[in-house]
């Protein structure tokens, strides 16, 4: 079963812009991760960020995760034609087992 | 990082024949592997969690008759789609975490297997 909603389901954008992409799940969670995949690819996992967290970093990337309102952001700043692709949020429950339920993800395109 | 293989990458089978798909964690043990079910334009979803030495446990809906799952030792786990149909057509990938003074680590997925049945 699906943990929850990404929204917006698909995102275009020029190159350069900021692209910002929420999810929001059901249960209490261990960890929230984000994860990456190209078209009919494996997945890239980008962030891990934990329950006891607020924000983490990784280079162009932002993650925000807020616990009360069980929902999650992902920020990509100055965006290039590269990261097309979906992205998908996926949550690891207070059991901490490495299951994860994925949101229905968000497909970035990014013009040229 | 930590990696995890899978294969084969893609194959094409007869409707009413089995295909098994191997995950392997090339570089540390699992004793926990994960398969799931991606259809085209949809998100992944969990089928079942391969358990070493041990049963594995079924996501409701999904027929363990069906996909047979074997973890026998620590580094693999085996999904077996038996007497496939065409709407067993689909991507399927496993993962496996690493745990870390008991603490899991991000899950690490293989490559994917993309299953054709004609």
């Known amino acids: 079963s699906q943990q929850g909603e990404e929204d917006p389901q698909a995102l275009s954008i020029q190159e350069g812009e900021n692209a910002t992409m929420n999810c929001s799940y059901k249960?209490?969670?261990?960890?929230l991760q984000w994860y990456r995949q190209n078209s009919g690819r494996g997945l890239v996992h980008l962030i891990l960020i934990r329950s006891n967290e607020r924000e983490k970093h990784s280079g162009r990337l932002r993650v925000t995760l807020d616990t009360s309102k069980k929902s999650s952001s992902l920020l990509i700043t100055a965006s290039r034609a590269a990261d097309t692709a979906s992205y998908f949020c996926a949550t690891d429950s207070r059991s901490n087992t490495g299951k994860l339920i994925f949101g229905q993800g968000t497909t970035l395109q990014v013009k040229p | 990082g930590a990696v995890v293989s899978q294969h084969p990458s893609w194959v094409i089978c007869k409707s009413g024949t089995s295909v098994k798909i191997e995950c392997r964690s090339l570089?540390?043990?699992?004793?926990?592997m994960f398969w799931y079910r991606q259809f085209p334009k949809q998100s992944l979803m969990l089928m079942a969690t391969s358990n070493e030495g041990s049963k594995a446990t079924y996501e409701q809906g999904v027929e363990k008759d069906k996909f047979l799952i074997n973890h026998a030792s620590l580094t693999l786990s085996t999904l077996t789609v038996t007497s496939a149909h065409p709407e067993d057509s689909s991507f399927y990938i496993c993962?496996?975490?690493?745990?870390?003074?008991?603490?899991?680590?991000?899950?690490?997925f293989g490559q994917g297997t993309r299953l054709t049945v004609v």
């Open positions: 993962s496996a975490s690493l745990t870390l003074g008991g603490l899991v680590t991000e899950a690490f």
């Open positions: 249960t209490s969670i261990n960890n």
């Open positions: 570089d540390f043990q699992a004793t926990t």
